[in-house]
């Protein structure tokens, strides 16, 4: 599936540098993977396109405004308990962030500048963000 049109949310993978941004996710035990470290993003609202979704998310959960243009590379992921559930993966890779910006909005705990390679090792990450990090990163240094 590669339909922008079918998908129900998006990721981003926010690197400066070998550095990755984090949100520690809430401990409420109605959410999947409580109190774990997640990237930003999050559901689909209305018939906003992939990008415009991962974009307004980084917005409300950091407070932080990138453009489309910053969003280096995407990959839609399909579930693999639900071939129609589909979520969009991006990353952007920035020079420099004024780390002064963030703010962390209404959702999670806390938020974490981590070392790329520390998050791919941790065992209290959102898995599949490993995984998809991991694809990305394989696939730059092909390149």
Same mark, same amino acid.
């Given at each position: 599936?590669?339909?922008?049109? &079918? =998908?129900?949310? %998006?990721?981003? /993978?926010?690197? #400066?540098?070998?550095?990755? #941004? ?20 999050? *559901?689909?609202? *209305?018939?906003?396109?992939?990008? &415009?979704?991962? $974009? ?5 959960? $950091? ?9 280096? +590379?995407?990959?839609?992921? #399909? ?6 559930? /589909?979520?969009? =993966?991006?990353? &952007? ?16 705990? /806390? +938020?974490?500048?981590?070392? #790329? ?20 990163? &394989?696939?730059?240094? %092909? /390149?």
């Amino acid at each position: 599936m590669q339909d922008s049109e &079918a =998908f129900h949310g %998006a990721k981003l /993978a926010l690197l #400066v540098g070998d550095r990755l #941004v984090s949100i520690l996710r809430d401990k409420d035990r109605e959410i999947p993977y409580p109190d774990m470290w997640d990237l930003p993003g999050g *559901g689909r609202e *209305g018939d906003e396109s992939p990008e &415009a979704c991962v $974009l307004r998310e980084l917005k409300e959960e $950091l407070a932080l405004s990138l453009c489309e243009t910053n969003l280096k +590379w995407k990959r839609q992921y #399909v579930s693999d308990l639900d071939s129609k559930s /589909a979520t969009w =993966f991006f990353v &952007a890779e920035v020079p420099e962030l004024d780390i002064n910006r963030i703010r962390l909005g209404d959702e999670g705990q /806390a +938020w974490r500048m981590w070392d #790329v390679a520390r998050f791919l090792r941790m065992s209290n990450v959102v898995p599949m963000m490993q995984t998809r990090l991991s694809d990305y990163l &394989a696939e730059r240094e %092909a /390149a």
